[in-house]
C-alpha cells in the first residue's frame, strides 16, 4: 500500500487567496479510510468567493478546495460527483455542480431543497428544479440525473444567454474545479456547491461517496485547537 503524506500547512496548493492577521481563517476538515484521505479548505462568504474566482459567479456559492490523495497501489478514480455539501444549520444538502452547471450557456436556476425526515447524512435532500409541471428533485441517483437531463432538453426556465459568446466564468471554473480523472497521485481542486442563505464554515461538512468507500469529513475552525 503506498501512503502519501497529507499537507495541511499551505493547504492545497490550488487556492492563494491570502488572510491578514486580523482575518479570520476559513475552516478545514481531513478525514479518509485506508484507501483515500481528503482534505479541504471551505470557503462560504460571497466576497471571499468572488475573490478566489476573480469574477462575480452571480449566486451563492460554496467553494471547497480540496486535495484527494490515493493510498492505493491502483490509480483511484476521482470526481466531483463523489462529494455531497451538507449544511447542519438549516439541513440544505447541495451535490458538486459542474462549471457548465453554473455558468454554460444552458446553466438552470437550482434551489437547494431541505427535509425535516431525512436523517443528518440522509439522501433525502438535493437540489430542486421548478417547471412548467411542478417541482422535481434533482439527486445523483440514476433517476435523479434522468431529471436533470430532461431539464436540460425542454420544459425548463435556463438564465437567457445574452449572445453566443461563452460566458468567461465558464473557463475559470474550469480551470479552478476538481478534475473527474482517476490518478495514484494527489489531485487538488475547487467543488462547487450552490446553497441559500449565508452559512459558516464550521456549519458544513462533506460526505464522499465514491470508489474509495464513504467517508463524512467535518470543517472547524483552525484556531479552534490551538486554545
Given at each position: 500500500m503506498r501512503l502519501f503524506p497529507l499537507v495541511l500547512a499551505g493547504f492545497l496548493g490550488v487556492s492563494t487567496f491570502a488572510y491578514s492577521a486580523n482575518e479570520k481563517k476559513p475552516a478545514v476538515g481531513r478525514g479518509g479510510n485506508d484507501d483515500v484521505d481528503l482534505a479541504g479548505t471551505v470557503y462560504s462568504d460571497p466576497e471571499v468567493v468572488k475573490s478566489m474566482l476573480g469574477y462575480d459567479p452571480g449566486r451563492e456559492l460554496v467553494i471547497v478546495d480540496i486535495k484527494v490523495s490515493p493510498r492505493t497501489d491502483k490509480a483511484l478514480q476521482i470526481s466531483p460527483d463523489d462529494f455531497t455539501l451538507l449544511s447542519h444549520k438549516d439541513g440544505q444538502r447541495s451535490s458538486a455542480f459542474s462549471p457548465s452547471q453554473l455558468a454554460g450557456k444552458d446553466a438552470m436556476v437550482l434551489k437547494q431543497g431541505r427535509s425535516a425526515t431525512a436523517g443528518m447524512y440522509g439522501d433525502q435532500n438535493g437540489p430542486t428544479w421548478s417547471g412548467p409541471f411542478g417541482t422535481r428533485r434533482i439527486g445523483?441517483?440514476?433517476?435523479g440525473k434522468a431529471q436533470m437531463e430532461g431539464a436540460e432538453k425542454g420544459g425548463a426556465d435556463p438564465k437567457a444567454a445574452t449572445s453566443d459568446k461563452e460566458n468567461p466564468l465558464l473557463a475559470i471554473l474550469k480551470t479552478k474545479g476538481l478534475p473527474d480523472t482517476e490518478s495514484i497521485q494527489p489531485v487538488?481542486?475547487?467543488?462547487?456547491?450552490?446553497?441559500d442563505g449565508k452559512v459558516k464554515g464550521k456549519e458544513l461538512s462533506i460526505i464522499y461517496k465514491g470508489p474509495a468507500g464513504r467517508i463524512v469529513m467535518e470543517f472547524h475552525d483552525p484556531e479552534a485547537k490551538k486554545k
Open positions: 445523483k441517483d440514476p433517476a487538488t481542486g475547487f467543488l462547487y456547491f450552490p446553497i
